[in-house]
């Protein structure tokens, strides 16, 4: 069974940091990417990252692109987004999400994608205060 962990959500000022955790547990990384996705309530969830296990590619969407950095230590089973130069409208429910690089890379790129991927994350809080 495909476990996914988050952690790491707090608040924050703006312009500071944060670093989130997804922790994964059931599943061959190499098989799969694993995709950060952010909500704010009454909106849609959104694609922020994603890093693939096959090739080590990373993604970024143009909002955070040069101030968030995805990675993935194996060793530990987890990825990591890390958020610096962080914005009030950075403020959203983080969500991971563990799938096949094509579904990810689909979800994170298209509105409305993250419907067809299987596993999720129960979500971290980021707060960040004007």
């Known amino acids: 069974e495909v476990q996914l962990v988050e952690s790491g959500g707090d608040l924050v000022q703006a312009g500071g940091s944060l670093r989130l955790s997804c922790a994964f547990s059931g599943l061959t990384f190499g098989r799969y990417a694993i995709g950060w996705f952010r909500q704010v309530p009454g909106k849609e969830r959104e694609g922020v990252s994603y890093v693939s296990g096959e090739d080590g590619s990373t993604y970024y969407v143009a909002s955070v692109q040069g101030r968030f950095t995805i990675s993935a230590d194996n060793a530990k089973n987890t990825v990591y987004l890390q958020m610096n130069n962080l914005k009030p409208e950075d403020t959203a429910t983080y969500y991971c999400?563990?799938?096949?690089?094509?579904?990810?890379?689909?979800?994170?790129?298209?509105?409305?994608?993250?419907?067809?991927?299987?596993?999720w994350g129960q979500g971290t809080l980021v707060t960040v205060s004007s």
């Open positions: 999400a563990a799938d096949r690089p094509e579904k990810i890379t689909i979800a994170v790129l298209r509105k409305g994608g993250f419907r067809f991927l299987d596993h």
